[in-house]
């Protein structure tokens, strides 16, 4: 019956069908997504538009989007550092709630850590003072790197020991205590969840320190052989993207009463890289290799979380994933095999090159 379900619900749009709406439609909300391009932002965009119409969804971003991105519903250049020209888009367009997907992910972080700091901190500084000041719901995503190399590694609990010692990480525990504070002082309506490394099909990898997981797809449909940047053992809690777009909508969508805290851990499934290698195996090749060779996102996964308690999420506002790690991989292998049956795709030495503003996983 499992199977079946997940079956039936591999899809935002299927799950959020399928589970019980707890916003009218009547009335929707303007929602305005930044970071919209990136590897949540699009999926994001297109679950709110197939729930609140096209054109109350305004998706934004510092990069030029696709035709078919363009195509769907409003898009506007949104420079997350530039307060008035983003306060702007909220008077122009009645902007009711914001998704704020902008953020420099972990590795990308320790690379340029100014850039880290800006963005993260003044991007989302911006966006909390106009939730202020315009009565906005703010939703911006926290990630397991909020975590630090004295939490406890094992059902990591929301509430813990939070000493990150990365760039993202140490923007992302900022950004949570400063909502948080807007919060109880202000009334500002701020949530968070902290996502675990998000693994996606239909974007390429935005920098993090679990793109291991979302490249290792890539590297087996094209040459049936990996190398790993992280070390074999390196048990990390991971979930598909469709688990993460219907976990989002719930949170954004719940009633204030409903909500007991305001950053919440979310887990899915957790696996290393060699057992992920050993079902890729199982399902695509028995041939498949892999080899370790960690570079310095080892000494950032070492600091986190094997397995994150979520109880809160699940008992406040529903927070229920359906995919495992088998289920990941059997559609990771789905979506990409055609791709690789006609063309090659780029690994992420070359995808993460230019590393935008505009995504956000671990």
């Known amino acids: 019956m499992l199977a079946s379900a997940r079956q039936t619900l591999r899809t935002p749009f299927a799950r959020l069908a399928f589970a019980r709406r707890l916003h009218s439609t009547t009335n929707p909300p303007r929602v305005l997504v930044t970071g919209s391009l990136g590897q949540l932002g699009t999926t994001m965009v297109n679950t709110l538009r197939a729930k ?10 510092i990069k030029k989007p696709s035709i078919e991105q363009r195509s769907t519903g409003p898009f506007v250049y949104a420079d ?45 500084q911006n966006v909390l003072d106009l939730a202020k000041a315009h009565n906005l719901r703010l939703l911006s995503p926290s990630t397991m790197g909020a975590f630090g190399p004295t939490t406890p590694k094992d059902s990591t609990p929301d509430l813990t020991i939070m000493r990150p010692n990365t760039i993202y990480g140490i923007t992302k525990v900022h950004m ?14 701020f949530r968070s969840l902290r996502y675990p490394g998000i693994i996606s099909a239909d974007s390429p990898p935005g920098g993090g320190t679990t793109d291991y997981a979302v490249d290792i797809f890539h590297a087996a449909l094209k040459q049936n052989s990996y190398e790993s940047f992280l070390d074999a053992d390196t048990r990390l809690p991971m979930a598909y993207i469709d688990d993460c777009i219907v976990g989002t909508m719930q949170l954004l969508e719940a009633p204030q009463e409903s ?10 499934c957790d696996f290393s890289p060699q057992e992920l290698a050993g079902e890729i195996r199982r399902q695509h090749s028995d041939a498949f290799e892999i080899a370790y060779r960690p570079d310095f996102r080892q000494a950032i996964a070492d600091t986190w979380p094997r397995t994150m308690a979520d109880e809160a999420a699940r008992r406040d506002w529903g927070w229920n994933p359906v995919f495992g790690t088998a289920d990941i991989v059997r559609v990771m292998l789905d979506k990409l095999g055609p791709v690789y049956a006609t063309t090659s795709t780029p690994t992420t030495e070359s995808l993460v090159e230019e590393l935008p503003a505009a995504v956000v996983a671990s």
């Open 80 to 124: 997350v550092l530039n307060y008035r020209a983003l306060e702007q888009i909220v008077v122009d367009y009645g902007i009711d709630w914001v998704v704020h997907f902008s953020a420099i992910l972990s590795a990308a972080g320790e690379r340029n850590p100014s850039l880290g700091l800006n963005v993260n901190i003044t991007g989302f």
């Open 176 to 189: 949570e205590l400063l909502g948080e504070y807007y919060q109880e002082k202000f009334q500002v309506d």
């Open 259 to 268: 909500l007991t805290q305001r950053v919440y851990n979310v887990h899915a």
């Open 52 to 61: 609140f119409g096209n054109e109350n969804v305004i998706a934004s971003d």
